[in-house]
């Protein structure tokens, strides 16, 4: 069984400042992992992921993650906040399991980003 | 290229009600994942169709059923509604490597 823990709920931040959201998963065999951004009445949108390789991973609109099998963390990183970054974000772990195209995603609770001017 | 689209973009019923969901994916994409997003939470997989067969399913009852189109779009049926299941059903495509969720139908039962 695959899970992720999503640390914050809600995490405030100012124009400009890093932001740091964390997550940490659980995973029997080696993860595929995500993270989503939604915004508000939308679909999820694929930030970055991360499924073999280099273990830090850079995604869309300047935001990066780093695989830590030690830590079984993935935690999502962005050096400097934009207003427009404001939304809801969720982590995500799936498998590879039997070979084939991605299997379920398993989500976070999702962290909402507040971005203030 | 359109992306994964989704009908209806809203809807309402009444408990006891049955609803159907469509869903069509990204042009070559032939697997489509169903989602269930309660107010608050993080998407729960319901299922997951292949060669119009469901190949995963996640831990909902048998009143979640569904069903893969020659042409790869899917449809999510819901019998017997029940308030609890008020939430916004998001459906993603896939193809290897990659996977495209669509903006989600909202559904209220009241």
């Known amino acids: 069984a695959q899970s992720v823990t999503q640390l914050g709920s809600h995490v405030s931040v100012s124009e400009g400042a890093l932001v740091l959201l964390r997550c940490n998963y659980s995973?029997?065999?080696?993860?595929?992992l995500f993270w989503y951004v939604q915004y508000p009445n939308q679909g999820l949108q694929l930030l970055l992921k991360?499924?073999?390789?280099?273990?830090l991973v850079k995604g869309i609109n300047g935001f990066e993650a780093e695989f830590k099998k030690s830590e079984t963390s993935f935690h999502l990183t962005k050096p400097s906040a934009h207003m427009s970054d404001a939304a809801e974000y969720f982590c995500a772990v799936s498998s590879n399991a039997g070979g084939t195209s991605y299997g379920k995603l398993t989500f976070g609770q999702g962290t909402i980003l507040t971005v203030h001017p | 290229d359109a992306g994964v689209t989704q009908s209806p973009t809203h809807l309402i019923k009444t408990r006891g009600q049955q609803v159907t969901l469509r869903c069509s994916p990204k042009s070559g994409h032939d697997t489509v994942s169903w989602y269930q997003q309660a107010l608050g939470q993080g998407p729960q997989f319901i299922f997951q169709y292949y060669e119009e067969e469901e190949r995963q399913r996640g831990n909902f009852p048998d009143r979640f059923s569904g069903h893969q189109f020659p042409n790869y779009s899917s449809e999510l049926n819901v019998n017997a509604l029940l308030l609890g299941d008020s939430a916004l059903y998001l459906c993603?495509?896939?193809?290897?490597?990659?996977?495209?969720f669509g903006p989600g139908t909202r559904l209220t039962v009241l």
């Open positions: 991360y499924t073999t390789g280099a273990t």
């Open positions: 993603a495509s896939t193809s290897y490597n990659e996977q495209f």
């Open positions: 995973s029997s065999v080696p993860p595929y």
